[in-house]
């Protein structure tokens, strides 16, 4: 297993547009989390999933913001009418389990909104 | 609502000389997690060393140690003997109290000189 991957990498979209980010977490994990981060800042959690289940959301995913794990496996994170405000690295982690167990990151996919 | 705090923007260390880097939290629970996670220049996020709230002896990983303490809700993370590979930013990042997803500071950019 080579660990968490991201796909995109980078994305340039236009204001208003839809972009969707996909995370393959390492495969015998069975949470999986998003976190936001902007320049200058530490990690920002958004959603959390245990298997299919997404368990936790954060004040910060707002409804332009839908995060989805069909069959406990990959994940996808979707943004609609992106607004400029949105451009940031989304990071991927995942961990056998709770807030004791660490959480293997993915590169990141970043993300600018012109 | 937990909060973590990183004092030091930037520090910077001679090679194979020692660094202690600060971090402060807030909480009201009494079983977390503390973690420290280091991220290279355009490379993953990967943890450093965890501590356990409930432990009160210092975690250690071969040059990285920390300094809990947890009355003073203050989590320093010492680098002993530093590499130029050590140089990346650092955050502290806080677990557990019923949530899963960390809550993160916003970093120390850690430069090492040779």
């Known amino acids: 297993d080579t660990g968490v991957s991201q796909d995109p990498r980078h994305k340039i979209t236009k204001r208003g547009q839809n972009v969707t980010f996909r995370c393959d977490p390492i495969?015998?994990?069975?949470?999986l989390y998003w976190y936001r981060q902007t320049l200058g800042q530490g990690p920002e959690f958004l959603t959390y999933?245990?298997?299919?289940?997404?368990?936790?959301k954060s004040r910060l995913l707002s409804d332009r913001f839908s995060a989805e794990r069909p069959k406990g496996s990959f994940s996808t994170l979707e943004i609609q009418r992106t607004e400029q405000g949105d451009s940031a690295m989304y990071l991927c982690?995942?961990?056998?389990?709770?807030?004791?167990?660490?959480?293997?990151f993915g590169p990141g996919t970043r993300l600018t909104v012109t | 609502a937990q909060t973590v705090t990183q004092s030091q923007p930037e520090m910077s260390v001679q090679e194979a000389e020692t660094v202690t880097l600060s971090c402060t939290y807030d909480?009201?629970?009494?079983?977390?997690?503390l973690f420290w996670y280091k991220q290279p220049p355009s490379r993953q996020m990967i943890l450093v060393i965890r501590?356990?709230?409930?432990?009160?002896q210092n975690a250690t990983e071969n040059r990285f140690s920390v300094n809990f303490q947890k009355a003073a809700k203050s989590f320093s993370l010492k680098i002993s003997d530093s590499q130029l590979g050590d140089a990346a930013m650092y955050f502290c990042?806080?677990?557990?109290?019923?949530?899963?997803?960390?809550?993160f500071g916003k970093g120390t950019h850690l430069i090492i000189q040779p």
């Open positions: 999933f245990q298997n299919e289940a997404q368990l936790e």
């Open positions: 909480t009201s629970e009494s079983d977390y997690y």
């Open positions: 495969s015998e994990h069975n949470r």
């Open positions: 501590q356990e709230a409930y432990k009160q």
């Open positions: 990042a806080y677990g557990g109290g019923g949530a899963d997803g960390l809550t």
């Open positions: 982690a995942s961990s056998f389990g709770g807030a004791s167990y660490e959480q293997y």
